[in-house]
């Protein structure tokens, strides 16, 4: 695929998220998180604790509750373990708003993670691959604050991908705070 024909799928996805969406505006959300990682499988074992910054954009509105929205987001962490490892995930929520102040949202993600991990050495003498994990995610505890929001303990638990046994991972956000644009 050439670049001008990788520009023009990109452009064409934009195009048709716009016109589908029933957004007003767009919606920008950033967040700094405190969390806990880890991935786990035969070939590679990694995590720790530290701190993360995440972007969302409001992609749809009014999905199956008139207050309920579809959140597309990224996250790029640092945790201390063993060593300096890091995380990228990507992905989409759904977020309902059931009462006036309580937003509980529900996802689904992929978490590369890189750095200091534990790795297994093949047959070959190659090391093993950074792992990939498809996770779920809930997050129970979310407040809205006008323009700003807290959560508290959201939870991300899946599998790595690949052949590995057992296949965890798992990501635990304890605390978030975060404002909306």
């Known amino acids: 695929m050439t670049f001008s024909s990788s520009v023009s799928v990109f452009a064409s996805a934009a195009c048709i998220l716009c016109a589908t969406s ?21 070939a ?28 597309t987001r990224a996250r790029v962490s640092v945790l201390a373990g063993a060593g300096l490892a890091w995380g990228l995930e990507a992905g989409a929520a759904w977020r309902a708003e059931i009462a006036k102040h ?28 950074d792992p990939v994990a498809a996770l779920v995610g809930l997050t129970p505890l979310r407040l809205p604050l006008d323009q700003d929001w807290v959560s508290f303990l959201s939870l991300r638990v ?17 605390f978030e705070v975060g404002r909306t644009f």
Do not use: M, N
């Open 22 to 42: 029933r957004a007003h505006a767009l919606e920008l959300e950033l967040s700094a998180q405190t969390l806990a990682t880890l991935v786990s499988d035969d």
């Open 158 to 174: 899946g599998a790595t991908l690949g052949t590995g046994h057992p296949p965890l991972a798992a990501s635990l956000t304890f």
């Open 44 to 71: 590679a074992k990694g995590g720790g604790v530290g701190l993360g910054i995440e972007g969302g954009i409001v992609v749809v509105r009014g999905l199956a509750l008139p207050s309920s929205e579809i959140v």
């Open 102 to 129: 309580w937003q509980p949202e529900i996802g689904a993600y992929l978490l590369y993670l890189c750095g200091d991990l534990a790795r297994a050495i093949d047959e070959h003498g190659q090391l093993a691959k």
